[in-house]
């Protein structure tokens, strides 16, 4: 039972241009919602989070969008760098699950020069 | 990767073989957890800890057992290596609050044969 799922395996994007990472849940409980970057053989790096009280949260270049009534976020990258490129994991905590995060599958994002 | 050591980094070991992977912190954080990361399924929460012999299972525990007599150190055991629990394995230590999410070690790639 995924209950964390990024139903896109890779994305390739131009320098320059938006990248955009989709991941959607299933469980209600949810109220906390972060974004993962891993380059190979490293582990992974947080990047940004939204709780669920808001619906838009931006750092920099990364804005994470959430939609709860379709139990849906995203993070958009403006503009892409190739050193972007990674595999971004979405994850999700909340409920009785607190403090534990449930990952999504990855996404592989490569930024073409 | 801001305090967090993770032992050995690589190891292969023979099925039936018990293995020990240790992760080390010097944040003196309360939180740990460990993972592990397979193709297609992310990363999957095996055990974590709330404190020094307070530890809990999460959704992939079976064949896995942990421990934590220092508040500096959570270690994972395969009781009996399996080619199933091949994988690369992070630990992660922190708690989810204001815009932070947990931070991993680089990570231990354990391959059973």
């Known amino acids: 039972d995924q209950q964390v799922k990024q139903n896109s395996p890779s994305l390739s994007v131009q320098e320059g241009r938006i990248s955009i990472l989709n991941c959607d849940y299933t469980?209600?409980?949810?109220?906390?919602f972060l974004w993962y970057k891993k380059y190979p053989a490293e582990g992974p790096t947080f990047l940004i989070s939204i709780s669920s009280i808001k619906d838009k949260n931006e750092d920099g270049r990364f804005t994470v969008f959430l939609n709860k009534s379709a139990k849906h976020l995203s993070l958009h990258i403006v503009p892409s760098q190739p050193g972007d490129s990674a595999v971004y994991f979405c994850a999700a905590a909340g409920g009785t699950s607190y403090g534990k995060l449930t990952f999504g599958q990855g996404t592989i994002l490569t930024v073409h020069p | 990767d801001a305090g967090i050591t993770q032992s050995p980094r690589h190891k292969v070991t023979e099925t039936g073989t018990p293995v020990t992977l240790r992760c080390h912190q010097t944040e003196n954080h309360r939180y740990m957890y460990w993972y592990r990361q397979d193709p297609g399924h992310g990363l999957r929460l095996i055990h974590y800890?709330?404190?020094?012999?307070?530890?809990d299972k999460g959704e992939v525990s079976d064949g896995y057992s942990v421990s934590r007599s220092k508040t500096e150190d959570f270690l994972l055991t395969l009781e009996s290596a399996t080619s199933s629990q091949t994988s690369v394995y992070f630990c992660a230590i922190g708690i989810l609050q204001g815009n932070y999410g947990y931070t991993f070690g680089s990570g231990t790639r354990l391959t059973v044969v």
């Open positions: 469980n209600s409980m949810f109220d906390y």
């Open positions: 800890s709330y404190g020094v012999k307070d530890t």
